[in-house]
Nanobody, 114 residues
Framework: QVQLVESGGGEVQAGGSLRLSCASSTSIFSFKVMAWYRQAPGKQRDWVASMPAGGRVQYADSVKGRFTISRDNARNTLYLQMNNLKPEDTAVYYC????????WGQGTQVTVSS
């Protein structure tokens, strides 16, 4: 049973940075795609960024140029570097992969104050 555990969330002021991590309980080398999503209070969960194995990364327009997704296969970890954070980035951030079914982490809270 693969488990994903996010960390690195917190509270920052607008313009600040955070780096989120998503650690997998098993090797991510064979994961075809890993992704970040976020869910703001009272809103649906939205896709943020994807990183296919050997493919081109993709970003939601709202974070393009500010967020960077990366993965370290040796550490079995997915990252999300978030720069120039805005109050509208406030949300619970989740990582996800697909192994016959969607596998989600428990989420990490990011709060950006103005």
């Amino acid at each position: 049973q693969v488990q994903l555990v996010e960390s690195g969330g917190g509270e920052v002021q607008a313009g600040g940075s955070l780096r989120l991590s998503c650690a997998s309980s098993t090797s991510i080398f064979s994961f075809k795609v890993m992704a970040w999503y976020r869910q703001a209070p009272g809103k649906q969960r939205d896709w943020v960024a994807s990183m296919p194995a050997g493919g081109r990364v993709q970003y939601a327009d709202s974070v393009k140029g500010r967020f960077t997704i990366s993965r370290d296969n040796a550490r079995n970890t997915l990252y999300l570097q978030m720069n120039n954070l805005k109050p509208e980035d406030t949300a619970v951030y989740y990582c996800k992969t697909f192994l016959g079914r969607d596998i989600w982490g428990q989420g990490t809270q990011v709060t950006v104050s103005s």
